[in-house]
């Protein structure tokens, strides 16, 4: 069974002139989810002033698979793609209440030290549960959105 990170729905305030949820409201439920991630690894508001280290987004590419419409139930997971010492690479998926995939979001994420605001190494627990989140994730098989770049191909 699907374990989910992040469960929300379409909010009225997220739908468009269109009827279904904005393009913009999409990177908000992947941001959503995204706070979910750093409080599971430790980095919640305690975490952050405790170590004097938070996380920034360095990348995002979000594709749209299929629309959803107010009210419809949101759930989003995530697959540890690689990290490093001080990096994340994410790919977070979000679900309709039927499980259909209706957006796909890979990220870049860089730790931060907040006393320097330049990039520093994960905090030694932090690392632990990123160690223990990624290695969950290892064995499966690297969507065939991940590295995806955008352009007009030529016939």
């Not at 992947?30 to 002033?49: K, M, T, Y």
């Not at 977070?92 to 979001?105: D, P, S």
Request: glycine share 4%.
């Amino acid at each position: 069974m699907q374990s989910f990170l992040y469960e929300d729905y379409v909010r009225t305030e997220w739908v468009d002139y269109n009827k279904h949820m904005n393009d913009a409201a999409y990177a908000t439920a992947f941001s959503l989810a995204g706070e979910q991630l750093l409080e599971d690894i430790g980095l919640n508001e305690e975490g952050r002033n405790r170590h004097h280290y938070t996380i920034f987004t360095l990348e995002s590419h979000i594709v749209y698979l299929k629309e959803a419409h107010e009210h419809e139930r949101l759930l989003a997971d995530v697959q540890w793609i690689d990290t490093d010492e001080k990096r994340l690479h994410l790919f977070y998926t979000l679900y309709n209440e039927e499980k259909e995939r209706i957006a796909v979001c890979e990220q870049m994420l860089m730790g931060m030290s907040q006393e320097t605001n330049r990039p520093a190494p994960f905090p030694e627990d932090i690392q632990q549960a990123i160690t223990a989140k990624a290695r969950q994730d290892q064995d499966k098989p690297v969507p065939k959105e991940v590295g995806r770049t955008i352009g007009i191909k030529k016939k």
